[in-house]
């Protein structure tokens, strides 16, 4: 699905049709609007058809008429009649709350009758478009007794609970030395990553990592590349920054670092996730790692390596991360999380940088939120040198194994008429490709609002789409759970293409 051929939108349209919503037309505004200031949707894209649109989404046409027309009232689209309507070239600087129903009624829910600054209306629209999926299947994460950390992660904590002054004060904006120390130590040994305790940074999670990187590296109005398809949250937040982000394609190998230098010669930042493409899943080849971290050198850019799921390699050992390949250590920003294998709620990571970067880090961090919480920070220490860590995710990576195996047999015996799961063997999704003639979003959209966390892959692409398809979680998920969510897939995909 390409981003001009005009046939549809890179944005999932998710319509909430409880009596209390926002009229149906408001919401289908509202997101359209969240993903032309996130950059998602482009000046002189064409947005779907009325019709098409409308039968998508199963609302009359007036609606989709309705929203166009409040849209373009606002300087968002333009039209020309009979040809189509298309993003405007020139957006409006600030459109006013009065402007935007949802605006207005989140301004209204806020107690407030004040018009917000553009900047917190973006951010407002963040909080109700980047929403974190909901656990049901196929979700990536979702937290379970069986992949909780289990005992010995109840027992260091019951043990920190019983002594709670020991770590009350204020800490370190770099982090907790015990807890720098074993990250560096498991960077080191599983991940190749040339580091000690005094490169690494305690996050709040990959998430923090990105800001304090976009904060750190980029200053407005630069340029950097993201992956095209991308992680959307990764997107959002350098372009949050006022940093212009150029989609670059992914291929086989992994990002196409020659078509980088094509579309964007002058970027200072390349934000990449070399062991496990999101979505897609492949892992760059040897050869786009030396041309990136060539790129990188020559141009004095730097890379920032999310490397979120790693551990989760199914089949031999992980691969090193490309910040080990990086001779020099100085362009590469490594991130790791903790939300993987651990859990998304505990909201720690970590971020290895060049030793020159370390304060600049460790002052982004004072000034967002000063820490990480020291006791959460020191039961994480403890249950890694104890050894806890290292078994807890040898049994997640056997657990999900299993899950994987189950996904992708079911996949093969229930949807084999409509696609096929891309190769890979690591992390916690696979991806199942459609035929090219069937329509990812449309299938996925009723199914989300059926309570099933089926993800589209198209609406991952900014330029053009090359693949349709779902993205399939599994970890978290029974057999039988994971069995009766594929039949519901098999089922609205033999409806769809009836
Ligand atoms: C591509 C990618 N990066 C990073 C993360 C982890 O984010 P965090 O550590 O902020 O929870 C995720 C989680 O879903 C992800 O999918």
């Known amino acids: 699905m390409s981003r001009t051929s005009g046939l549809d939108v890179p944005v999932e349209i998710v319509l909430n049709r409880a009596r209390e919503a926002p009229t149906l037309s408001d919401q289908i505004a509202h997101q359209l609007r969240a993903g032309i200031k996130s950059g998602v949707l482009r000046a002189d894209d064409r947005l779907p058809a009325i019709r098409a649109l409308a039968t998508r989404l199963s609302v009359a046409r007036t609606t989709v008429d309705t929203a166009y027309a409040q849209l373009i009232a606002e300087g968002y689209l333009h039209t020309r009649a009979g040809a189509g309507t298309w993003i405007a070239q020139t957006l409006p600087e600030s459109a006013t709350v009065v402007a935007s129903p949802l605006g207005s009624a989140l301004n209204a829910a806020a107690g407030s009758s004040r018009p917000l600054s553009e900047h917190a209306r973006r951010l407002a629209e963040v909080s109700t478009t980047l929403l974190p999926q909901k656990q049901v299947p196929l979700a990536i994460i979702a937290p379970s007794e069986e992949m909780s950390p289990g005992r010995a992660w109840t027992q260091i904590a019951n043990r920190f609970g019983r002594r709670p002054w020991r770590h009350a004060g204020y800490g370190e904006p770099q982090g907790y030395l015990p807890l720098r ?146 001779a020099s250590s100085e362009s590469v920003i490594y991130l790791g999380t903790f939300s993987k294998m651990m859990f998304p709620s505990l909201r720690l990571g970590y971020a290895i940088v060049p030793r020159p970067l370390v304060e600049a880090f460790a002052g982004a961090r004072l000034l967002a939120d000063r820490h990480s919480s020291e006791s959460q920070q020191a039961i994480l220490a403890e249950y890694i040198r104890e050894g806890h860590y290292e078994i807890h995710v040898r049994r997640i990576r056997g657990l999900l194994q299993k899950r994987r195996q189950v996904l992708i047999r079911e996949c093969e015996r229930q949807l084999h008429a409509y696609g096929a799961v891309l190769p890979c063997d690591q992390g916690m999704h696979v991806v199942f490709r459609l035929h090219d003639h069937i329509d990812d979003v449309a299938v996925a959209t009723p199914l989300r609002q059926g309570g099933l966390e089926l993800r589209a892959i198209s609406p991952f692409y900014v330029r053009n789409t090359t693949m349709r398809g779902f993205m399939l979680g599994f970890g978290g998920f029974t057999p039988e759970a994971i069995k009766a969510a594929v039949k519901t897939i098999a089922r609205a995909l033999a409806q769809h293409v009836a």
């Open 181 to 326: 120390e074993v990250v560096a130590e498991y960077a080191r040994k599983f991940r190749g990553v040339h580091c000690d305790a005094d490169r690494v940074v305690i996050t709040s999670g990959s998430q923090q990592g990105m800001t304090l990187c976009a904060q750190v590296l980029l200053e407005a109005g630069d340029t950097a590349w993201v992956e095209d398809p991308c992680y959307t949250l990764m997107a959002a937040t350098i372009a949050h920054r006022g940093v212009l982000t150029v989609p670059v394609p992914v291929d086989a190998e992994g990002l196409d670092v020659t078509a980088g230098m094509t579309l964007a010669p002058h970027a200072k930042a390349a934000f990449v996730t070399p062991s496990h493409q999101f979505p897609l899943g492949m892992m760059m080849s040897m050869a786009r790692r030396a041309e990136l971290l060539g790129w990188a050198a020559r141009t004095e850019s730097w890379i920032v390596e999310d490397d979120y799921d790693s551990e989760l390699r199914y089949e031999g050992r992980p691969f090193p991360s490309l910040q080990g390949m990086d």
